[in-house]
Structures are given as C-alpha cells and as structure tokens.
C-alpha cells in the first residue's frame, strides 16, 4: 500500500467538466491499471499500461482517457464528466504480467459528478 | 462454521467460527485466480493465489479451493475474528492479460 498513492482523494465536480485523477507508484512496476467500483458491480478495468507511453482499453473505457509518460504516474482523464461516472476509482500496479501476488492497490479516489 | 452457496452479497459469523466465501467463475481458460480483501475505505489487498494446475492451497488460516470442473472457487477462514470484517473478491486471469473481479461478499463478524 505505502508504495502507491492517488490524488485527489474526493473530488466532487460538475457534469461536464474535466477531471484528472493521478496514480503514483514508487515500485517501479511496469503494468498499471485504472478500475471503478459501484455497487453490485465489484472492480471494473478502465484502462491499463504495459509501459511507458503503452496503453490499452478495458472493460469500461467510454468517455474515459489515460497518459503514462513516466514509470511511476499513470493519469486518468474524465473529459467531460457525467454523472454515470460517479464512482470509487482505484489504481493498481505490478511488476510483471504474472505477479499478481505482487500487485498493489491505491487507496482509492471518490469522485462525485453532480 | 458457515458457508454459503453460490455467490451471496452478505455473510455473518460468529467470532471463532470457520468463514466459507464462495465464487463462481466464468473463463475455462482462466489460469489463475486470487482472493483480496477490503476494508472500508481502502484499497483490495491481495489475500491468496492459486493456480489451475492446484485444488487447494493454504496460508496463515486461509484455504483456497478450486474445482475446475464446476468453475467454483471458495475462500476458507479459520477461526474467524474481527478483524477479517470485509469485503472479499475473488478474481480470475491468465498471464499477461487484465484480472476479471467477481462482485464481492461482506463478511461481518459479531464477537
């Protein structure tokens, strides 16, 4: 836990506005990945990096864009909130595709989108 | 100790009871699976892995089994106490692609 941080913790903001939610790691992990949680739904994958400057879609990507221009940050960028995307976001990170034993979770952003 | 069937949203125990979480999964092909628990307002922390290629694996109190034939996974507490109050997921993968989460179950534990 200590070795992953996000920023802000809440935020609340309205519908159509941008937000940029910020995931830092010190581990130096090369994947990193960008969930929500709602209720009744469990984790959901937003978007994911394999490296720097490499991403790729998840599960539930509309309306949602991400950037990793360094190992350690991995941006998720709302460009017009919604209030569908009202949500608790957790970021994760691990070192090698497999190591999901060593794969290590944010505290958590709540955003809100009136 | 309890246990519950397939997927329930809620399970409550009794400290000093045995806790079975269950899970189902949905990829055959999944070769891997791993149980986190939450607390409120934190992050999924990583509890257990298994591999397709075990049934059963233990740590410090916990046992995962697997049956591939039914696509189920459980999650075994023993001697459950307070502090195992949370929400438990299971998820499935296969190396090199994203984990698939099932939906959760609250353990609440009454002392």
């Known amino acids: 836990d200590a070795g992953i941080t996000q920023s802000p913790r809440h935020k609340v903001t309205e519908t159509g506005t941008p937000v940029t939610l910020r995931c830092h790691q010190t581990?130096?992990?090369?994947?990193m990945y960008w969930y929500r949680q709602d209720p009744g739904h469990g984790l959901r994958l937003i978007h994911y990096s394999y490296g720097v400057k490499d991403t790729d879609k998840g599960e539930v990507s509309d309306g949602y864009s991400v950037s990793r221009s360094k190992t350690e940050d991995f941006l998720l960028t709302l460009e017009s909130a919604t209030s569908s995307q009202t949500s608790v976001y957790f970021c994760a990170s691990q070192g090698l595709a497999s190591s999901y034993n060593e794969q290590f979770f944010g505290p958590g952003t709540r955003l809100t989108v009136l | 100790g309890e246990s519950v069937g397939l997927h329930l949203p809620t399970l409550s125990v009794q400290e000093g009871d045995n806790s079975i979480i269950n899970c189902a999964y949905s990829n055959s092909a999944s070769d891997y699976f791993i149980w986190y628990k939450q607390e409120s307002g934190k992050g999924p922390q990583f509890i257990i892995d298994i591999r397709s290629n075990m049934d059963k694996r233990q740590g410090q109190r916990v046992t995962v089994l697997l049956n591939k034939t039914v696509k189920h996974l459980s999650l075994q507490i023993a001697a459950t106490q307070p502090g195992d109050s949370a929400v438990y997921f299971c998820a499935e993968g296969q190396a090199g692609t994203a984990l698939i989460f099932g939906k959760g179950t609250t353990l609440s534990v009454s002392s």
């Open positions: 581990e130096n992990h090369r994947y």
